[in-house]
Each structure stands twice: as structure tokens, then as C-alpha cells.
């Protein structure tokens, strides 16, 4: 039997969350499912387990991107500046543990 979930509760950081982007990233992987699911009836096996592999990740980085942002829209992450995460729509962070004021970020090493 199924229980159907009368309401659910969203942890306030993520009350900021860019829902339209998301469903857009999401719309945009269905796409890329069903080419891999055209590739595959035509029996190319490599291209369509290659296309899923590589639009997996890149979903995986967009979410997490987003949930960032909506983090530090929030300001629950107060060592990144809400800039430097609100102006790169390329979705490419820089370098690991980069604030973007020459500092690290708490927890990362520099070498």
C-alpha cells in the first residue's frame, strides 16, 4: 500500500531555491535520455552509456550549484561571497576552496 505524503517539510536555506532553473536542468536531462535511449535502439551501446555518464555529472554539479546559491542567498555560507556564487552562470566554481578574495575556504588545503 502507498502512503501519500500530506506535506513536507524544506529546510529554510532551500526556501530560496531557483525551482524554474532546476526544472530547467531537469527538462534538459530528459532530453539527453531519451537521444541515449535512440542511440541505444540503434544499437549504439558506447555513445548512449557515454552520454548518460557525462549528462549524470554535469545534472549532479547544476543541482549542486543551485543548492549552493540558495545557500548563500541565505547566508548560512558566509565564507563565499553571494557574488562570486550569484555571477558565474557557466556552472565552473574555480579552484577548489576558492572564496574569490584569496583566501581558502575553511577546510581546504592550498597545496
Same mark, same amino acid.
Request: proline share 4%; glycine share 10%.
Given at each position: 500500500?502507498?502512503?501519500?505524503?500530506?506535506? +513536507?517539510? +524544506? @529546510? @529554510? =536555506?532551500? =526556501?530560496?531555491?531557483?525551482?524554474?532553473?532546476?526544472?530547467? =536542468?531537469?527538462? #534538459?536531462?530528459?532530453? $539527453?535520455?531519451?537521444?541515449?535511449?535512440? &542511440?541505444?535502439?540503434?544499437?549504439? $551501446? =558506447?555513445a548512449s552509456n /557515454?552520454? %548518460? !555518464? !557525462?549528462?549524470?555529472? $554535469?545534472?549532479?554539479?547544476?543541482?549542486?550549484? %543551485?543548492? &549552493?546559491? !540558495?545557500?548563500?542567498?541565505?547566508? %548560512? &555560507?558566509?565564507?563565499?561571497?553571494? /557574488? $562570486? +556564487?550569484? #555571477?558565474?552562470?557557466?556552472?565552473? /566554481?574555480?579552484?577548489?576552496?576558492?572564496?574569490?578574495?584569496?583566501?581558502?575556504?575553511?577546510?581546504?588545503?592550498?597545496?
Amino acid at each position: 500500500m502507498v502512503k501519500k505524503v500530506k506535506s +513536507v517539510r +524544506v @529546510p @529554510p =536555506e532551500l =526556501e530560496e531555491l531557483d525551482l524554474t532553473r532546476l526544472v530547467k =536542468e531537469c527538462e #534538459g536531462y530528459l532530453r $539527453d535520455l531519451e537521444s541515449a535511449s535512440l &542511440l541505444k535502439a540503434q544499437g549504439d $551501446d =558506447e555513445a548512449s552509456n /557515454a552520454l %548518460l !555518464a !557525462a549528462r549524470r555529472d $554535469d545534472l549532479g554539479r547544476k543541482i549542486a550549484r %543551485l543548492v &549552493l546559491q !540558495a545557500r548563500a542567498r541565505y547566508g %548560512l &555560507l558566509r565564507h563565499i561571497d553571494k /557574488a $562570486d +556564487v550569484e #555571477g558565474d552562470a557557466t556552472g565552473s /566554481a574555480g579552484p577548489a576552496g576558492s572564496t574569490g578574495s584569496g583566501e581558502t575556504a575553511p577546510g581546504s588545503s592550498t597545496t
